[in-house]
């Protein structure tokens, strides 16, 4: 990953090599020479003379550019493992980075040069959001975890009799970038002590089964975003969705439906890609509380929005018990989501960012940058063959085993040893290439990897230079 190009406007380095150069030029001595001699000076100025200052200049131009080098050229490896991701899989526990770390690093950068108001930059963030999506409140929270047990909570203090009903299905643990060990759902809900029904089994859910657990009182359901490729039923035989079970209970009872909109976005990505959901199209299906992520398809550091959709007895206890148990979203958090919303408002700069290069470049790229790979690879010291080939990848593990997106890859049989040994030896050395390891190869997913990346694991598995051609610019 790398910071944007804009970065290097932080560091001077082109202004201190031109001053370096500015003072190397000889006609510089020769008029500091003409301009001493008409002065009465007696000493006059040569290149020599000048030399320690150029000196010093150029050191500095040096070091400024070695220094930038680690945040624009993406060289500095050094912090906790930083390697190359060949596994296909962007967000997963695994992976302690998201995919915007560095393009947010250079906002931040940006923004702490001067002082901010917390305040309006709250209320332009609240704007924003309400304006992006159309919810009527939003509030943000630290984590996806604290945004539904605050959820769960405040609307227990409103509707104390209410039932939490939670398909099986939805039973999932809350994803996390860099932890495995987080809460359920349903640990969640227990802990904030509410009524807690489930219904339906793993794959899917009955409309009637919904209908008797609400029953003559309220309810609140717990909807998921990611649904429907789970479902084992052949189509026609008239059962739907687990989320379009709720819906359809929804319009019967007094229920609310209260969605994990894990893979929301704010724009309309799915048209374009066949993933994510874009928020505003949310209230079209009858969710009356989001509860979004801003750090998958949003793109933002971890943190949570919970969006209303209408004005309600919920949201007011909702923002006070956040106001209460200092679960806000930290204020450094908002201004770069803000940020972010804000450079990022059409698909076409959406495709700019680090999340959207890796999401939006092309399958046709892809296979064109694994088949280029491949001839490289064939026949190297360590690669026995190399096979080039196009296949759907998940994004991620657990939950969103189930989004994928079709991705060129690189199968790799090993000369020596088996694919294990093979594996090993790329994830050696200052940068470790992680990749999938099956019986006798291994497998290299491009969606997940820079073309920069490409000469790099070429060279691992190579005993010369590849041609340097071999890097392909991904599409926007």
Known sequence: MKFPNQFRQFFPTEAVKQVSQFIGNPKLAEALRDAAEKAGFKDTFTNSSLQPIQQVFENASRWMENFSKQFTEGSSHDFAGQGINATGELFSSRWLGVPLAPQQSWM?????????DSTNLSQELTRVVLSKTGAQEVIFVNSLAAGLETVASSASRIESQATWILPRQYCIRIPRFGDSSVASVRDILDDARVNVVEVGTNQDCDVEEVNK??????????????????????????????????????????LQLVELALDGSMLDLHSKLGVGKCLRKLWDDGIDIAIVPCEFLIGSSEGCMILFRDHS????????????????????????LLSLLRTSSSYEEWEQTELGQILAT??????????????????SPFAKSAEAYSRACRLGAGVWASAQLESGCVRIYPKTGDAKELAARLQTG????????SSDYVEIVLRTMSPDDDLELIQRLSETRPEADVRTDSES
């Open 362 to 379: 092309s399958s046709q790229n892809l296979l064109h940058r694994a088949q280029r790979m491949a001839t490289q690879l064939n026949g």
């Open 108 to 116: 931040l950068a940006g923004s702490i040069r001067g002082t901010i």
């Open 213 to 254: 657990a609400v029953g003559d009182g309220s309810a609140f359901a717990v909807s998921l975003s990611i649904d429907g490729q789970t479902i084992s039923h052949q189509p026609g035989d008239g059962t739907i969705s687990t989320r379009n079970a709720l819906r359809v209970a929804k319009e019967k009872n007094n």
């Open 313 to 336: 007895a919920i949201a007011g206890a909702a923002r006070e018990r956040v106001n209460r148990n200092g679960v806000e979203l930290a204020i450094a958090s908002k201004m770069l």
């Open 430 to 437: 200052q940068r470790p290439i992680w990749c999938n390891v």
